[in-house]
């Protein structure tokens, strides 16, 4: 996977569980890319899908449930792949992402294309735009 370290927007308001999740994760873990791509659960250092991936689990442990939580991949605006995760609230479908802490709407992210990953069928992705 391409360098997931570029610069995004952040804005908007998040929950509190999910803002907190998100932060906690970008600490965690040390911003490294891949060569060889890996979907890593809670690693040391990792890219982009690692911090995903975490926060998934993360929030699970936490009692979100399952069907809420989406794996997405973008084409982002600067031509770079890029995986976040959206967590889908009363108030709209949400971004966590590694290149902020802030919690945002996916209305507000930087991508040219997106899928997201079925939350009941792992193998299922859907090309929303």
């Known amino acids: 996977m391409a360098p997931c370290r570029s610069p995004g927007r952040s804005t908007s308001r998040g929950s509190g569980l999910l803002e ?5 994760t970008n600490a965690s873990i040390v911003y490294v890319p891949e060569r060889i791509d ?4 809670a690693p040391k ?4 899908d690692d911090y995903a991936l975490t926060k998934r689990d993360d ?3 936490r009692g979100v449930s399952k069907g809420a939580l989406h794996m997405a991949f973008a084409l982002m605006a600067w031509g770079e792949p890029h995986v976040v995760l ?3 609230t009363t108030e709209g479908q949400k971004v966590l992402d ?17 899928s ?13 735009f």
């Not at 997201?116 to 299922?124: E, G, K, L, M, S």
């Open 20 to 24: 907190s999740v998100n932060a906690q």
């Open 38 to 41: 890996h979907w890593t659960l």
């Open 45 to 48: 250092r990792g890219d982009c």
């Open 59 to 61: 929030l699970i442990k």
């Open 86 to 88: 959206l967590v889908d």
């Open 98 to 114: 590694n290149l902020t802490d802030e919690v945002y709407d996916l209305e507000q992210m930087m991508a040219q294309r997106l």
């Open 116 to 128: 997201i990953q079925d939350a009941t069928h792992p193998r299922n992705w859907t090309q929303i």
